[in-house]
């Protein structure tokens, strides 16, 4: 992981940006622990209209907007599947947490590496800002993933803010469930799967 | 595979629909053989507007589009990536006649099971349809594909044509890679995989 801390004044997306703290922080649901971060529960309440404890696309997209930056809503289904591990298009407060620093995370890495502040970042700053991860693709893997998320379709190739957490959680997410089947656990064996193994193992992330 | 032969009448988009047999049938590219079915290097030629040999997305997306179906530029990429192995973003002759053929008996299937026209099928058409393609998934992986592929959102779970298209091609796509690293070579086995294997086999499928 990348040794800078997240930035909360940030100019990218993610909840601080737009999230305050309530001021009627005694009305916090219950789920949240005594020590949580008031920022995310205010940003978990703010998005949460209707007060059902859940926060549901519409609310996450909002919530994840703000006057430079708003993620599209297959982004926000994709970020809701992946937490939630469920289809039912809603997320509570303890998976909108873990969201919350998981995107408080990846936003620094991204701000780090786009040193110019032009909202996307290089193929090398995207190989640098996964390493900086401690994922390591090889590198015909890694030219496949920036053909899949370079959306810029610019001269030369670059990922954009919301297609880099994409990449991140895509390339984490598979890096992960490798490990949870390799036979050395590291990523250095080999992983056996049945076919049912290996197709629930891979669709919650191709697909959005 | 269903046995239904593939319908030039549709009322689905692919590529028969708007293509016609062109009087100038001795400018075909020479790059097609000479049996070949000249709707499709009319629909090629058609699409090739700078007769340069290759047709972009955007002609490729004009060439899979009728007056009531159009495909995303999303799935056109995809439809290009998985038919050329490759990121140039165009199609030659070769690899768009298996495209053709491809869609053309995934329409039929489609058809056969959209018995209303209603340009969508049910989650039980969708399992008939994988299991006619001689597909057979294990059920919770059933359940995660029409979670993914519905983007009906209405009260009842289905498939449109353009995700039904999708669907099939990731998931026949994951189970050939599949078979390629089974010790048994069905699909019953158990299929090993280095960390780079298991990458470069899944992220092709990848929907971005």
Avoid: W
Avoid at 54 to 80: C, E, P, Y
């Amino acid at each position: 992981m990348s040794d800078e801390q997240p930035q909360h004044s940030s100019n990218y997306g993610p909840p601080p940006v737009g999230c305050y703290m309530s001021a009627f922080s005694a009305l916090f649901p219950s789920t949240f622990p005594s020590d949580m971060d008031p920022n995310i529960v205010a940003c978990f309440r703010l998005a949460d209209q209707d007060e059902s404890g859940f926060i549901d696309d519409k609310g996450l997209q909002r919530a994840l907007s703000s006057d430079n930056q708003s993620f599209s809503m297959r982004t926000v289904h994709m970020l809701i599947y992946l937490f939630t591990n469920s289809d039912i298009r809603k997320i509570g407060p303890k998976e909108f947490t873990s969201l919350f620093y998981s995107l408080q995370s990846l936003r620094a890495i991204f701000e780090k590496f786009d040193r110019g502040r032009t909202g996307k970042i290089g193929a090398n700053e995207l190989s640098e800002a996964l390493l900086s991860q401690g994922i390591a693709v090889p590198p015909t893997v890694f030219e496949l993933l920036v053909t899949k998320f370079d959306k810029t379709l610019g001269p030369i190739k670059s990922v954009d803010y919301e297609n880099f957490i994409l990449c991140c959680l895509v390339v984490k997410g598979l890096t992960e469930k490798f490990k949870e089947y390799d036979n050395m656990h590291t990523g250095s064996g080999r992983a056996a799967f049945t076919y049912g193994e290996f197709m629930f193992a891979v669709l919650p992330f191709l697909i959005t």
